[in-house]
């Protein structure tokens, strides 16, 4: 990082600061997270794990028709720029 950026503040931390907080931060959450979906679970642990299983599938297929549409449109967006160029 350039010296302009190393002396941007936000809330008395420096910019590098943030950057170096947010990974043990973003990991703490998750585990918060995990633990208090455990503690509170209404279901027992087969019927969760089918539905997380439903979820992923759902999400992995959602994931996949997005980027499709993101590849197709990126290579519409190629295709015009040649046009254009030519």
Known sequence: MNNGMRSMVFGGLTLLSVFELFPPGLMMGMIVGAGAGLLLARHSEDHTRRRLRV?????GNRASRIAEEATDAVTEVIEQGKRQVS
């Open 55 to 59: 979820l992923a599938g759902g999400i």
